[in-house]
């Protein structure tokens, strides 16, 4: 079982920057590939980005490419979503998950993920 506690969301101005969090307790956190998700209001969930257990490999979605970073700290056993250059688009609800799989697995879809943090909302305000 692993546990998923989101942080860092708020509200920003159009063109300004947050840093999302996600602490990880339970089994070993660097056993998992590890993805961000959003949910804006009366739309499904989609993929934003993805780490891999290695670090090395991490996918964008294309609306959030060159503004978003995916990083991990498994000494703190943490995922971290750079958020710059935020438009009103970007408003949702962030959510991390934590996906089992071989090394270099970074799933784009949520049915490959098997735990789940509660969410953390993003307001962006033009």
């Known amino acids: 079982q692993v546990q998923l506690v989101e942080s860092g969301g708020g509200s920003v101005q159009a063109g300004g920057s947050l840093r999302l969090s996600c602490a990880a307790s339970?089994?070993?956190?660097?056993?998992?590939?590890m993805g961000w998700f959003r949910q804006a209001p009366g739309k499904e969930r989609t993929f934003v980005t993805a780490?891999?257990?290695?670090?090395?490999?991490?996918p964008y979605a294309d609306s959030v490419k060159g503004r978003f970073t995916i990083s991990r700290d498994n000494a703190k056993n943490t995922v971290y979503l750079q958020m710059n250059s935020l438009k009103p688009e970007d408003t949702a609800v962030y959510y991390c998950?934590?996906?089992?799989?071989?090394?270099?697995?970074?799933?784009?879809?949520?049915?490959?993920?098997?735990?789940w943090g509660q969410g953390t909302q993003v307001t962006v305000s033009s």
């Open positions: 998950a934590a996906s089992g799989g071989s090394y270099h697995d970074t799933p784009t879809s949520e049915r490959n993920y098997d735990y």
């Open positions: 339970g089994r070993t956190f660097s056993s998992y590939a």
């Open positions: 780490i891999s257990r290695s670090g090395a490999i991490t």
